[in-house]
């Protein structure tokens, strides 16, 4: 095998988690020329990897990706994506393959009648079955996510009160089921009692704002003396996706839905606080050879309502994230990480 393609076309967290295939197949395969297909949007989490040796996207045109594969002449496809699109790229290229199985039967029975047929086996390791039969074997180095030095961040840039260690704190996630009300988030940033940097894309800014104006509000500094190391700077949609992860390579620790972020945090072998809603690890998607936590409602009757998300409650009251208790220990902070 010397010239093999990986397709993943979304989202962050999924591309990010076949890392280890990528970086995997082109160490251990001899002499392997590694392509990765995703889309445009996602470009940039595979750009920078030193075992990516060309990328390609599906911008609006699946028969112009087709015609740009098709020039590779490739030995192996790994789908690691499986849906349909993939599938007709599969049969249009009349290439070799080997496919990811999503187990979508097993989450059904999960989501629909809490029956858990899930195998306690990692996504990640899931995915690395699929290379299995070129010889590929696991190497235990975990997750990679690489920034381009032009997209680090100083923390000389940071608020002066967050130069010297933070908590970063991704307040996003795609469906709203699978993120704190604001009044909780509210609650978790009391809970930390210490420097804490609000990361998000442009689709969270509002709510980022919300809690920064609580925390210069009267209700909040009536009570400021309960919290003396509560600083907040507001991040989201400050930064790039590079600078994001930028800011959650250099925290004491991460606070993190089931969403993107979380798992660049896992890339970087941080503490973790993973935050379950109506999702729940058994998926195989919690933080991969990271030090983590789960914070969750365990036993509630209707989770998991979903293996993606909603956007509302089905069961209308949402006690998946309304009774999540924030029992945790901080890791030591006040240092840079």
């Not at 699978?178 to 509002?206: F, H, S």
Request: aromatic share 10%.
């Amino acid at each position: 095998m010397k010239k093999i393609l990986i397709i993943r076309f979304s989202s962050i967290g999924d591309i990010v988690l076949t890392t280890p295939v990528i970086r995997c197949v082109k160490q251990q395969v001899p002499g392997a020329e590694v392509h990765f297909c995703t889309k445009a949007a996602f470009r940039s989490l595979v750009a920078s990897n030193p075992y990516v040796d060309k990328v390609f996207c599906l911008e609006k045109s699946l028969s112009d990706l087709l015609q740009q594969l098709k020039a590779e002449d490739y030995d192996l496809v790994l789908d690691l994506h499986n849906n349909l699109r993939t599938r007709i790229l599969k049969a249009r290229l009349g290439r070799p393959t080997r496919s990811f199985n999503k187990l979508n039967y097993r989450k059904w029975l999960l989501v629909k009648f809490k029956v858990n047929r899930m195998p306690k086996v990692h996504i990640v390791d899931r995915y690395l079955e699929t290379a299995a039969p070129l010889g590929v074997q696991n190497d235990g180095q975990g997750l990679d996510y690489f920034i381009p030095s032009k997209d680090e961040v100083d923390l000389s840039t940071l608020p002066e009160t967050h130069q010297n260690g933070y908590y970063a704190l991704a307040i996003g996630a795609q469906h709203y089921t699978k993120r704190l009300p604001i009044d909780r988030l509210i609650e978790l940033c009391e809970k930390i009692n210490a420097p804490v940097v609000l990361l998000g894309g442009k689709e969270d800014t509002d709510v980022a704002n919300m809690m920064e104006m609580y925390f210069q509000t009267e209700p909040f500094l009536s009570k400021k003396a309960d919290h003396p190391r509560l600083a907040i700077y507001n991040a989201c949609g400050k930064y790039n996706l590079n600078g994001s992860a930028s800011l959650v390579r250099q925290a004491t620790a991460v606070f993190s839905h089931d969403t993107g972020l979380m798992h660049i945090a896992a890339a970087f072998q941080k503490k973790i606080y993973s935050i379950w809603g109506n999702t729940v690890p058994e998926f195989g998607m919690y933080p991969y050879t990271s030090d983590f936590e789960v914070l969750e409602v365990k036993n509630l009757y209707c989770r998991p309502c979903s293996k993606i998300g909603y956007s509302k409650c089905p069961q209308k009251h949402f006690r998946c994230m309304r009774e999540i208790k924030f029992d945790f220990t901080l890791p030591v902070a006040g240092q840079k990480a």
